[in-house]
């Protein structure tokens, strides 16, 4: 938890989400700053389009839009965090030599350039 703290922190992120890669699919293991309801909703079945094209090659996602407009996150979030999830990024993770996802979200409208972001993901 504190290490998600950390690079929250770094980047400014409203909220972050750390999921591992199951049989089943993605799932949350650490969450921060998101609803109870996003909690137990956001998660990636293995079969569903989103993981098989972006999860399971190890994709980077940055939505420059909100969260609410897009079909495969939209449905998964509590509207209350609709709000907050204005721009978002998914980047491969590897969390105690398990393979996963951060999910990082922001408020603001606009999101300095990834390269810059993703530089201040680095985190040994």
């Known amino acids: 938890m504190k290490s998600l703290v ?17 049989p089943e699919g993605y799932l949350p293991d650490i969450t921060l700053g998101v609803t109870e309801e996003t909690a137990r909703k956001l998660r990636f079945a293995a079969t569903e389009p989103f993981t098989q094209r972006l999860l399971t ?37 590897t969390f105690r030599a398990q393979e996963g996802y ?16 993703l530089g201040k993901l680095l985190v040994q």
């Open 6 to 22: 950390e690079v929250s922190r770094r980047v400014s992120a409203v909220a972050a989400v750390l999921f591992l890669k199951r």
């Open 57 to 93: 090659p190890r994709r980077t996602l940055a939505l420059g839009q909100g969260v609410a407009l897009t079909r495969c996150l939209g449905p998964k979030a509590d509207p209350e965090d609709h709000r907050y999830m204005k721009r978002l990024i998914m980047v491969p993770a």
């Open 102 to 117: 951060l999910l990082l979200s922001f408020a603001l409208e606009s999101v300095s350039s990834i390269e810059k972001l």
